[in-house]
């Protein structure tokens, strides 16, 4: 067994426990690194050099194995370790390929993508009149637009619940949210 075979092996062990430690898992994925043509490695540390498919692969097989643990106790940490180690352009195509590979519906497409930042304030709801305490900002990131949906990514500010990324819930700790693109009922006349 390959040593890279052997650090995906402890991941999954690791994350079929009841309790899960992050820094077990934490640990050997920062540890990875990316490929990069004509430059020499040491033999021993060899293996940790993947290439950009082979790493985003397995990062998006962790998130897939226990996506809540790895949004809540993980990709924080992670996102910000591996930003230094990689660089944000590479990041955003790996955040890009989970999203791709794990997250989008059947026939769901990304139509567009851009940097940019959203701002949603406190919401009203219909049914108590209330506010309900979700204002945030998404900065720093970009936003992907779907025929279903948009995904906004960055960093999140104010005052948000905890939430799954990658899911159905509208804000998650890790900076991802999704709204769904809800059709008007007026009809604008050609």
């Known amino acids: 067994m390959s040593d890279i075979d052997q650090v995906w092996n402890n991941i999954q062990e690791e994350l079929k426990q009841s309790r899960p430690i992050s820094g077990r898992i934490l640990k050997p994925l920062c540890d990875l690194r990316l490929y990069e043509e004509g430059i020499e490695y040491d033999p021993?540390?060899?293996?940790?050099?993947?290439?950009?498919?082979?790493?985003f692969n397995i990062v998006g097989e962790t998130f897939n194995l226990n996506r809540e643990f790895f949004m809540k106790d993980l990709y924080k940490s992670f996102r910000s370790k591996m930003g230094k180690i990689i660089g944000n352009e590479k990041l955003m195509a790996m955040e890009k390929y989970i999203i791709e590979k794990y997250c989008l519906y059947n026939g769901e497409q990304i139509l567009f993508?851009?940097?940019?930042k959203i701002k949603h304030g406190a919401m009203v709801s219909k049914f108590t009149s209330s506010q309900?305490?979700?204002?945030?900002?998404v900065s720093k990131g970009w936003i992907l637009f779907t025929n279903y949906r948009i995904?906004?990514?960055g960093k999140t500010k104010g005052k948000a619940h905890s939430f799954s990324i990658?899911?159905?819930?509208?804000?998650s700790p890790a900076g991802?949210?999704?709204?769904?693109?809800?059709?008007?009922?007026?009809?604008?006349k050609a």
Request: aromatic letters at 16%; glycine letters at 6%; hydrophobic letters at 40%.
């Open 151 to 153: 995904i906004a990514q």
């Open 113 to 116: 993508e851009c940097e940019g």
């Open 132 to 137: 309900i305490d979700k204002e945030f900002i």
């Open 44 to 55: 021993k540390e060899e293996w940790r050099y993947l290439p950009e498919a082979k790493f």
């Open 166 to 171: 990658w899911g159905p819930h509208p804000i």
């Open 176 to 188: 991802v949210i999704f709204y769904a693109i809800i059709g008007s009922k007026r009809r604008k």
